[in-house]
């Protein structure tokens, strides 16, 4: 069982919007940033938002972060083909003196 | 430009060690921790503890904790990860990445380095 939980897997059409949860709790989520990582297949992962809602230089701002209590969510607008890949949640636990990642959400462009 | 370029594969027998470097340019390296994260096979990602390049301090993931050692070299800006006692769940992709010291973030990361347990 994850300290961080999030959907198995997550689909829409091209251009649709698709939204990404990650649950935790008050000794992480609750407590520290939420960052997310995407994981094209066959590539190192890359950070995607940082800081709850931040977007790296490069990144489109049809990838958008949020953060309440102990939970947040990644959302992916004008889903395209490219956005395909492997979606990770991640946050310092302070119970368990170290960082977490989600399990992992497999989007699907259909 | 800031890359992090690990070692190649290794394949090792359960019972033995594996360590597997990283190598930092172009920024400081002493600015920034390296973490080591992995991914087994079907699995998800898996923190596994960090350096401060700085001071050489460590910090390591419980259930790793008395297996793994990562050391550096700042002589030549090189991070290792070793881990011991190897078996069978430890196949793995093992990544490298950096933060900027208490941000809490990973902003670039190594190209990873599978490491097979086999006999």
């Known amino acids: 069982q994850s300290v961080l939980t999030q959907p198995p897997s997550a689909s829409g059409t091209p251009g649709l919007r698709v939204t990404i949860s990650c649950s935790g709790s008050s000794s992480n989520i609750g407590s520290h940033p939420v960052n997310w990582y995407q994981r094209l297949p066959g590539t190192a992962p890359k950070l995607l938002i940082y800081s709850n809602n931040q977007r790296p230089s490069g990144v489109p701002d049809r990838f958008s972060g949020s953060k309440s209590g102990t939970s947040a969510s990644l959302a992916i607008s004008g889903l395209q083909s490219e956005d395909e890949a492997d979606y990770y949640c991640a946050a310092w636990d302070d119970n368990l003196s170290g960082f977490f990642f989600g399990a992992g959400t497999k989007v699907t462009v259909l | ?119």
């Open chain 2, 1 to 119: 430009q800031v890359q992090l370029v690990q070692s190649g594969a290794e394949v090792q027998k359960p019972g033995a060690s594996v360590k597997v470097s990283c190598k930092a340019s172009g920024y400081t390296f002493t600015s920034y921790y390296i973490h080591w994260v992995r991914q087994a096979p079907g699995q998800g990602l898996e923190w596994m503890g960090r350096i401060n390049p700085s001071d050489g301090s460590t910090r390591y993931a419980q259930r790793f904790q008395g297996r793994v050692t990562v050391t550096r070299d700042t002589s030549t800006n090189t991070v290792y990860m070793e881990l011991s006692s190897l078996r069978s769940e430890d196949t793995a992709l093992y990544y490298c990445a950096r933060e900027m010291v208490t941000t809490h973030y990973f902003d670039y990361w190594g190209q990873g380095t599978l490491v097979t347990v086999s006999s």
